[in-house]
């Protein structure tokens, strides 16, 4: 079993939805939550982070941790072409490895 | 100018080759790292350096050696290169390895396809 899960989709949604990106995880020593997002033949960027449970929120993204469930979330509002590319989870439990998901590719229509 | 960079961009070469793929980052971080992207778009840590010292060498082949010169520098030396060696290799570096929230700067990636 992976550490971490994640719907690799591909998810395709229109201009101005709200979209749901979504990862589970079976280490409970995990703390530290992180969302990014890679464009087609770049790096990864850093889009969120968030430590131990609770919610974030930075312009139209919202990241979300449940801990309980081991169960994280990223909210896109008012998707934007823009917004096209795969997201990828990661976590860490003390800030010295990342484990990450497959990733999710979004595409918004126009 | 680039945080992290990577060269070449795009590495193609046969199968029982030995290569290298070099990495450098201007952000003055301590801690560098390679990761491995298959198809897929799963990434996976390879190896980290932290001051020129080896703190993560998760299980790949030993045929992978990492060398860092500097704390600026992480290179990545594959040998005797197989078929399923074909994937992106990203190298990032970041501030804190061991404590807290950082982040982690990714570089453009090298893109190996061996033949």
């Known amino acids: 079993q992976k550490e971490v899960e994640q719907d690799p989709g591909p998810l395709s949604v229109p201009e101005g939805a709200i979209v749901s990106l979504n990862c589970t995880y079976s280490?409970?020593?995990?703390?530290?939550f992180m969302w990014y997002r890679q464009y087609s033949r770049k790096g990864p960027e850093l889009l969120m982070y968030?430590?131990?449970?609770g919610n974030k929120e930075d312009g139209r993204f919202t990241a979300q941790v449940d801990k309980s469930s081991k169960y994280i979330s990223l909210f896109i509002r008012d998707s934007q072409p823009s917004d096209s590319a795969t997201y990828l989870c990661?976590?860490?439990?003390?800030?010295?490895?990342?484990?990450f998901g497959t990733g999710t590719s979004l595409t918004v229509i126009p | 100018d680039t945080a992290v960079s990577q060269t070449p961009k795009y590495l193609v070469t046969q199968m029982g080759n030995d290569k290298s793929i070099k990495c450098e980052q201007n952000?003055?971080?301590?801690?560098m790292y390679w990761y491995k992207q298959d198809s897929k778009k799963f990434l996976k840590i390879m190896f980290s350096?932290?001051?020129?010292?080896?703190?993560i060498n998760e299980t790949v082949p030993n045929r992978f050696s990492p060398k860092s010169p500097d704390k600026a520098h992480l290179n990545l030396h594959i040998n005797s290169l197989e078929l399923g060696d074909s994937a992106v290799y990203f190298c990032?570096?970041?501030?804190?390895?061991?404590?807290?929230?950082?982040?982690?700067?990714f570089g453009p990636g090298t893109r190996l396809t061996v033949t």
């Open positions: 280490n409970s020593a995990f703390q530290y």
């Open positions: 968030t430590y131990s449970s």
């Open positions: 350096y932290n001051n020129k010292e080896l703190i």
């Open positions: 952000l003055g971080h301590d801690t």
């Open positions: 990032a570096s970041s501030q804190y390895p061991f404590s807290g929230i950082y982040e982690q700067y």
């Open positions: 990661a976590m860490s439990a003390e800030g010295n490895q990342f484990y």
